[in-house]
């Protein structure tokens, strides 16, 4: 998921049986969040979750 102009992108990661999520904001990547703590991180930026759009899947900036 990403912001309409692309400049905040979430991505869902699973580490064996638990689903952690990716923060990308420019060259800042944040790893290992919870949604809760996405959700709060997004909303403290002006950015509300309901904005976020379906990501183009070719796209893996910061994916190891």
């Known amino acids: 998921m990403q912001t309409s102009d692309g400049r905040w992108r979430v991505e869902a990661v699973r ?4 689903d952690f999520y ?15 703590t996405v959700q709060r ?3 403290e930026a002006g950015v ?3 904005d976020l759009v ?6 893996t900036a910061g994916a190891a």
Do not use: E, K, P, W
């Open 22 to 36: 990716r923060l990308i904001h420019g060259d800042n990547v944040i790893d290992g969040l919870f949604i809760a």
């Open 48 to 50: 509300d979750m309901a």
């Open 15 to 18: 580490r064996g049986n638990q």
């Open 41 to 43: 991180l997004l909303a």
């Open 54 to 59: 379906v990501a183009d899947s070719t796209h």
